[in-house]
């Protein structure tokens, strides 16, 4: 059912649900909300700074609209509630200005400070309910959550929607039905309708996720790839040339690779490793025997700067075997662009290294053998497969420097085979990372004074791009503000994040690989894989705002050579989880941590592109029900009870399109 069948839905409208990825009606009610109100009105005499209320307010004067940025405004005025009369903003609601007249009464729901007389609005009501459980969605411009909860409201007469979980395990847990579990999820009366309909639909889709796994993990067994003939002398005629030593799980992971491609089934590989351990020299190594074996290989990375960098340190370790580079990114010019190309079909080409212009459609390979995706989450899986179906049955080899526990790993990349990298190259020497609270901010300043006389660079990190009231966080042009003056402007300083184009990124990011900025401010664009090894500091503010294993991906910026390298977090909340960084430098030992400690949190955030979005289930929070849903659907595949299900075997026709 389109969702222009839907009443009150226009063109308009329409676009702004595409933009939430509401296609059809199915999408829109499997839209769950991220959190609820819980409409319980207390009195502004009982609350206290930290805690969420909901009071009810009159206004008493006009509002005012102030804009912050293009797309950022505060709405302020005053409101009376039991007498006190309190100064009230929210942020981005310039629209409610018109609905607030002075005498009108309203909910306000959000934090009041009694020092400051001041309450700040997360959301305003003008239906004035006592008791009320409402859902809370992402929304977009245009489209407010009022308006959402009708069109979700309408579309559930339809019943259209499908119940993916076989009858066995329905009757075994019990589950309430889709059609129970929708209205639940969307319009509650109480918890424990919520927590039915989260248990039920978070199974059903861990299950319908689990089984892909499984089956992908079953025909990968199966499936056919080159089989190459490759002596062993090779791997140690390639260590022999490297000017360091490889560690212990380098070894491991490229004897682990030496016996996929010289097996006749497709390699299909994930190789795991900490920031900073050495995946770049495996996946060499990788590429080293495709090309003694004859074949061609493709290399793809995120972005046009990690592409480069992998360009120049690869020509370096591979120029003694006279393997042929190209690299290939969306910023050459049309000339040079199609020598590349023409050169890469003649096979005179044996590497290619690229962004996502490696997919484009005029990229056509001799004899593609080996496709390796570094950061592979930044890819989803329709990309990574149209760069593997370029060849006839390549080899694939998965990079990435997410460390997530093991235990976790080996679920939720359950079709690959997997290769842990922890131990760093010898001469890297562990950073040294303090957390310091605000009113320290000096000592700090003095060290980076010490790094920048000694030529060295730093990366300042913010959270945010904007200033942000509500959040009282610092933004990135307030710190270059900040550091120009603490250093009488005589530091060149850039600023990156992620509203600039590109071309401006790697603009900055260019100036700051060759020495011309010294201090580089930005947001976490520079999470993953920037390598530039004369940084030896980096200070990240509002450090509370990060989960840990996000902290420690910065933090890998620095270290990244023989020099010491120094890690601060800039924060006044959280101290005792932020130490956990001042303890160790072990990824994997910092993401147990993270799960131990933070509810909520990022360390989740590979395999969301494109392959892993769910709409309602948490890997972290739901790793129980994952486990169980893994056995499941496993059980379910090897019955082949699924054969008699139109669903699971439209899911089974769909995986075999694009594998």
Request: aromatic fraction near 10%; charge should be neutral.
């Amino acid at each position: 059912m389109e969702l222009k069948d839907i009443k009150g839905i226009g063109l308009q409208l329409e676009k702004k649900l595409n933009n939430i990825n509401i296609y059809n009606v199915e999408d829109l009610v499997e839209y769950y909300p991220f959190r609820y109100n819980f409409i319980n009105i207390t009195s502004i005499r009982k609350a206290t700074e930290n805690d969420n209320v909901t009071i009810k307010a009159t206004i008493v004067d006009t509002p005012k609209v102030s804009y912050i940025k293009r797309n950022f405004n505060r709405l302020s005025f005053k409101a009376i509630s039991e007498d006190i009369i309190m100064n009230v903003v929210i942020f981005n609601r310039a629209f409610l200005k018109t609905h607030l007249v002075i005498g009108k009464e309203v909910l306000l729901i959000g934090k009041y400070n009694s020092l400051k007389n001041a309450f700040t609005a997360s959301d305003i009501k003008f239906n004035i309910t006592e008791n009320k459980i409402e859902p809370v969605y992402h929304l977009v411009e245009g489209l407010t959550n009022n308006n959402l909860i009708k069109l979700i409201n309408e579309s559930l007469k339809y019943n259209v929607y499908h119940d993916h979980i076989p009858n066995n395990y329905l009757l075994k847990y019990n589950f309430i039905s889709k059609k129970e579990a929708l209205n639940f999820i969307h319009f509650p009366k109480n918890v424990e309708e919520i927590k039915a309909a989260q248990l039920r639909l978070k199974y059903e889709e861990l299950f319908e996720f689990m089984f892909k796994i499984n089956y992908l993990k079953k025909i990968n067994t199966k499936s056919k790839g080159i089989k190459r003939d490759i002596s062993s002398e090779s791997k140690q005629n390639f260590i022999s040339n490297l000017p360091f030593t490889l560690t212990k799980d380098q070894l491991t992971a490229i004897d682990d690779i030496y016996n996929d491609l010289v097996r006749p089934t497709r390699m299909n590989r994930l190789v795991l490793g900490d920031v900073g351990s050495g995946k770049t020299i495996v996946a060499t190594y990788a590429i080293y025997l495709n090309y003694l074996s004859g074949y061609q290989s493709a290399l793809m990375a995120p972005t046009e700067i990690l592409a480069e960098q992998h360009y120049k340190s690869l020509n370096k370790i591979l120029e003694p075997f006279n393997i042929k580079i190209g690299l290939l990114t969306g910023s050459l010019k049309k000339k040079e662009k199609d020598l590349i190309l023409e050169d890469l079909k003649n096979g005179d080409i044996n590497l290619i290294i690229g962004t996502h212009a490696l997919l484009s459609e005029g990229v056509n390979f001799h004899n593609l053998g080996l496709v390796v995706t570094d950061e592979q989450h930044r890819f989803g899986v329709g990309q990574r497969n149209t760069l593997r179906d370029k060849g006839i049955t390549p080899d694939v080899l998965y990079l990435s420097a997410t460390p997530i526990p093991r235990t976790y790993a080996l679920t939720i990349y359950g079709d690959l085979d997997l290769s842990i990298i922890k131990t760093k190259p010898q001469g890297r020497l562990e950073t040294i990372t303090k957390v310091k609270s605000e009113s320290e901010i000096k000592d700090v300043l003095y060290k980076m004074l010490e790094e920048l006389k000694l030529n060295h660079q730093i990366y300042v990190v913010s959270p945010l791009i904007e200033n942000n009231q509500e959040l009282d966080l610092k933004s990135v042009f307030d710190l270059k503000e900040k550091l120009n003056l603490a250093f009488n402007n005589q530091v060149n300083i850039g600023i990156l994040h992620g509203k600039l184009k590109n071309s401006e990124k790697e603009e900055i990011m260019q100036d700051f690989k060759t020495g011309k900025i010294k201090i580089l401010i930005s947001t976490t664009v520079i999470e993953v894989g920037i390598d530039v090894p004369n940084s030896t500091m980096i200070v990240i503010y509002n450090a509370e705002r990060f989960g840990l294993a996000t902290l420690h991906q910065l933090r890998g910026r620095v270290g990244r050579n023989s020099l010491q390298s120094y890690c601060f977090l800039i924060s006044n909340k959280e101290i005792e989880r932020l130490k956990v960084l001042e303890e160790s430098n072990d990824g994997f030992y910092i993401s147990e941590k993270d799960y131990e400690l933070r509810g909520q949190g990022d360390l989740f955030g590979v395999r969301q592109s494109g392959d892993m979005s769910f709409k309602i289930a948490n890997l972290k929070e739901d790793y129980q029900i994952l486990l169980q849903t893994q056995k499941d659907s496993k059980e379910y595949l090897d019955s082949e009870n699924y054969k008699n299900d139109d669903y699971y075997n439209q899911v089974i026709e769909n995986i075999s399109i694009i594998n």
